[in-house]
């Protein structure tokens, strides 16, 4: 049975992955396993240790905390704040990067006319 702290983990790797654009292939070389080890990790299956948390943060450029934002400290949950499969939406994850790749000027007007619309809904 998977521990809800590994499958929240997985997400965040998997999250952060397709938000670089890199494929399970590509971190794996980074890393030096193989892609299906990636596969289970992102799932949750098998649990990453410590030092291979820390090659995957070096890989994908953010530090081991980022796999823990969004836990619950005291009690390993996820956090209500936000839905918990938002970030593990392949579509909601495609709509940030697109988003970032818009110039920051236009990026911000965007920002502002998204802002208004979801006053009026």
């Known amino acids: 049975m998977t521990h809800p702290v590994d499958v929240h983990v997985g997400k965040r790797i998997r999250q952060r992955r397709w938000l670089t654009g890199m494929t399970q292939q590509q971190l794996a070389e980074q890393v030096g396993i193989k892609f299906q080890q990636i596969q289970k990790y992102e799932t949750g299956a ?3 240790s410590a030092s291979r ?14 796999f823990f934002e969004g836990l619950d400290a005291q009690e390993g949950e996820l956090s209500k704040k936000v839905p918990a499969d938002l970030m593990g939406d392949k579509e909601a994850l ?28």
């Open 46 to 48: 098998n649990r990453v």
């Open 94 to 121: 495609d709509l940030i990067r697109s988003y970032y790749a818009i110039p920051e000027n236009q990026r911000r007007r965007l920002f502002e006319l998204a802002r208004v619309l979801s006053d009026v809904a």
């Open 53 to 66: 948390l820390w090659d995957i943060a070096d890989a994908l450029d953010v530090p081991v905390s980022f």
